[in-house]
C-alpha cells in the first residue's frame, strides 16, 4: 500500500493525495494493499531545529498560495507570489489520531474511494485532513517537485527546495509506501499524471517497503558477523 516519504526524518503521507485507493502509502491496507496509502515525511530536521519546532506557532494559513482546480487532478495549491528556495510555506494540519483509529477510517471507506487524507506524523500519529484540514492537503504530487515535506516534533511542514515562481503549481513526491505482494491492478490505481519531462509513471516509492526492510535485515547481520 502506497505512502510518501520525507522527513530531514522524512515525512510520510497515508493515501491522501487526491485520488489514492484503498491501500496503503507507507502504512496501506492488508492483503492485496499494505493497509492504507500513506505519505511518507521528507527529512529529519537538525537537533537543534527540532527542539525549536514545539515552539513553532501553527501555520494553518499562507499569504504566498492559494488553492485552486489543477490541471494534474481535482485541487491543487499554487504560488501567488515569488518563494524563495528554503522558505517554509505551509504546516500539514488535521484531527491528530492514532494509527490503529487511521486504520479503522480507511477501511470504511468504498473500495472505489481513494479521496484520503490521511499524513503519518510519527510512529505514533497520523494526521486526518479530512475535515478541519487546510490547504495543504491539496497540494498534488509530482515527479520533479518543487517542494518537500519535514516532520518536526510530529508535525509536519512543507517548504520549497527551489525558486517558485507566481501563478506555479506547488508539488512534492508523495513516495506512497506499497509491498512487492499488491496486486498489480491496484498498484495502477495510484498512476502519476503530474506531466514532469522524467515522470516514472507512478506517485508509489521506488522500492516496496518489503524489499526495503529484507535489505536492512541482511545490512544488519553483516555487521554482526
Not at 22 to 31: F, I, L, Y
Amino acid at each position: 500500500m502506497p505512502t510518501s516519504k520525507k522527513s530531514r526524518k522524512k515525512s510520510v503521507k497515508r493515501p491522501v493525495a487526491q485520488d489514492v485507493p484503498k491501500t496503503r502509502g507507507k502504512t496501506a491496507p492488508v492483503a492485496t494493499l499494505p493497509k492504507k496509502p500513506v505519505k511518507k515525511p521528507a527529512k529529519k530536521p537538525a537537533k537543534k531545529k527540532a527542539r525549536k519546532a514545539a515552539g513553532l506557532p501553527r501555520m494553518e494559513t499562507s499569504p504566498l498560495i492559494e488553492a485552486r482546480d489543477s490541471a494534474i487532478h481535482g485541487k491543487g495549491v499554487y504560488a501567488i507570489k515569488p518563494i524563495k528556495k528554503g522558505t517554509r510555506i505551509i504546516e500539514y494540519i488535521g484531527e491528530r489520531i492514532s494509527h490503529a483509529e487511521a486504520d479503522r477510517r480507511y477501511e470504511r471507506k468504498g473500495a472505489d474511494d481513494g479521496h484520503t487524507f490521511l499524513f503519518i506524523a510519527s510512529n505514533r500519529t497520523v494526521i486526518d485532513a479530512t475535515g478541519g484540514g487546510n490547504d495543504a492537503r491539496y497540494i498534488n504530487h509530482s515527479c520533479n517537485p518543487n517542494c518537500e515535506t519535514v516532520i518536526e516534533q510530529s508535525r509536519v511542514f512543507v517548504e520549497c527546495i527551489r525558486n517558485i515562481k507566481p501563478g506555479e503549481e506547488l508539488g512534492y513526491d508523495y513516495q506512497l509506501t506499497w509491498d512487492s505482494t499488491d496486486e498489480p491492478e491496484d498498484l495502477a490505481l495510484y498512476n502519476c499524471r503530474c506531466g514532469a519531462k522524467r515522470c516514472r509513471g507512478t506517485m508509489l516509492d521506488r522500492e516496496p517497503m518489503d524489499k526495503k526492510a529484507l535489505d536492512k535485515k541482511k545490512k544488519a547481520a553483516r555487521k554482526k558477523k
